[in-house]
Nanobody, 115 residues
Framework: QVQLVESGGGLVQAGGSLRLSCAAS????????MAWYRQAPGKQRESVAT???????NYADSVLGRFTISRDNAKNTVYLQMNSLKPEDTAIYYC?????????WGQGTQVTVSS
């Protein structure tokens, strides 16, 4: 079993920045993909950014150029740097880690962007 613990959420004004962290209870080098998802009230959970074990990244069109995902295998941590935040970025942000056949979710961290 793997535990993923997110941190770094909070309340920020539009145009501001936050950095989310996702700390894993074991080495993240075993995961083929790690990702950040988000879910806004009344909406489905959506993928925000993914990073492969080799470091390849993908982003949702809505965050491209504003968000950056990175991973530090030595610290067993994945980050999401969020810049130029908009009110529509308000959501609960979840960390996700995938092995070959298993996927793991964190509990989520709230991000609220005020206008």
């Amino acid at each position: 079993q793997v535990q993923l613990v997110e941190s770094g959420g909070g309340l920020v004004q539009a145009g501001g920045s936050l950095r989310l962290s996702c700390a894993a209870s074991r080495t993240i080098s075993i995961f083929t993909t790690m990702a950040w998802y988000r879910q806004a009230p009344g909406k489905q959970r959506e993928s925000v950014a993914t990073i492969s074990s080799g470091g390849s990244t993908n982003y949702a069109d809505s965050v491209l150029g504003r968000f950056t995902i990175s991973r530090d295998n030595a610290k067993n941590t994945v980050y999401l740097q969020m810049n130029s935040l908009k009110p529509e970025d308000t959501a609960i942000y979840y960390c996700y880690a995938e092995e070959i056949i298993f996927g793991y979710w964190g509990q989520g961290t709230q991000v609220t962007v005020s206008s």
